[in-house]
């Protein structure tokens, strides 16, 4: 019985590993996908006038927004599944904290921003875009981190 007990809890925590490692790295891609290829690419686009290409970077990270709480879930339960550490908390912890000052703060004064401009209105220069985007590359650091760590304890698993 205990074996089969401890064989169960190798298994649930090998499960948690591969599931944190799925979550952060396909979170990283979308990030990637998102913040780091897409949107600066459609202001490349000449024809894309910057009021279009504004509203729809809002509707892009509204729903980005929304999906990276999603994630934020996820990750809160794989990490639940596998070995919580103190290094995979924090890093989470920073995860949740960035997800948050985004969504609940910097988002709706960009989104203000973006609406001053649209209607015509445009005010002066912010430091919130920067912060936005340096928040951007802090995340993806910490899920790269995050995915290597639980990867890490995948091989780790597969030796014992």
Known sequence: MAIDSDSSARRQKRFGNAALAFVALFWLGLLCGVSFL?????????????????EVGRVTFALLARVEWLMVILLAGSLALGSLTRPR?????G????VALQSLWLL?????????IVTGNPSSPTYHHMLYAVSEV????LLCVLGGLALAG??????S
């Open 38 to 54: 897409a949107t600066p690419v459609k202001f490349q686009a000449p024809s894309l006038d910057l009021p279009t290409a504004l």
């Open 89 to 93: 908390l924090i890093l989470a912890t």
């Open 95 to 98: 995860l949740l904290a960035i």
């Open 108 to 116: 709706p004064v960009l989104d203000a921003r973006i609406e001053a």
């Open 138 to 141: 802090a995340k993806a650091i």
């Open 154 to 159: 995948l091989g780790a698993r597969s030796r």
